[in-house]
T-cell receptor, first 111, second 116 residues
Framework: ETGVTQTPRHLVMGMTNKKSLKCEQH?????MYWYKQSAKKPLELMFV???????ENNSVPSRFSPECPNSSHLFLHLHTLQPEDSALYLC??????????FGSGTRLTVV | DQQVKQNSPSLSVQEGRISILNCDYT??????FLWYKKYPAEGPTFLIS?????DKNEDGRFTVFLNKSAKHLSLHIVPSQPGDSAVYFC???????????????FGKGTKLSVIP
């Protein structure tokens, strides 16, 4: 356990489904992130929250909707996804004087 | 356009020898660089970092070298061990902003295989 917990570890969903990914950290970090890792591509930053305020959104499609209710929890709500959205979704948290701490990721398959 | 490039998708090294993983970047605003190690089915874990004010940082078997003029950094692992077999990601960041949040830009990763 790295201190950042992601659930579920694996998720298979149809294109018409609605699901949510959850991330939880109890490291006292101030910022949380969602990253997407597709095969043979760099890790792509999707969303950044600092003190529960969104500070970055790298032109992610609206079918991905983040929510950060408090500094320890981060959600990624998914709806009407496409097969190309199948990837590993990584949550991370950080504070100013350290590197990131990543969760183990959710392996998402859209069918 | 990829700002952080790891041009070798894979590398095989004999146990006990040196592993050298390379990374190039294009954004001159980057001033902090990190290496992450990732095993299958796990998230990346932080390995070692270097600030742009240094050209070398060492931690046990791991040393990172930074050549700012060439916009190049490398990770040296000596001696390499079978447990080092993993995917290694290079990441770069501009100066931290906000309350502890900063954006890392990652390379595609290099898969290192250490052969016993």
């Amino acid at each position: 356990e790295t201190g950042v917990t992601q659930t579920p570890r694996h998720l298979v969903m149809g294109m018409t489904n609605k699901k949510s990914l959850k991330c939880e950290q109890h490291l006292g970090h101030n910022a949380m992130y969602w990253y997407k890792q597709s095969a043979k591509k760099p890790l792509e930053l999707m969303f950044v929250y600092s003190l529960e305020e969104r500070v970055e959104n790298n032109s992610v499609p609206s079918r991905f909707s983040p929510e950060c209710p408090n500094s320890s929890h981060l959600f990624l709500h998914l709806h009407t996804l496409q097969p190309e959205d199948s990837a590993l979704y990584l949550c991370a948290s950080s504070q100013l004087d350290g590197g990131y701490t990543f969760g183990s990721g959710t392996r998402l398959t859209v069918v | 356009d990829q700002q952080v490039k790891q041009n070798s998708p894979s590398l095989s090294v004999q146990e006990g020898r040196i592993s050298i993983l390379n990374c190039d970047y294009t954004n001159s605003m980057f001033d902090y660089f990190l290496w992450y190690k990732k095993y299958p089915a796990e998230g990346p874990t932080f390995l070692i970092s270097i600030s742009s004010i240094k050209d070398k940082n060492e931690d046990g078997r791991f040393t990172v070298f930074l050549n700012k003029s060439a916009k190049h950094l490398s990770l040296h692992i000596v001696p390499s061990q079978p447990g080092d077999s993993a995917v290694y990601f290079c990441a770069a960041s501009a100066t931290a902003y906000g309350a502890g949040s900063y954006q890392l830009t990652f390379g595609k990763g290099t898969k290192l295989s250490v052969i016993p």
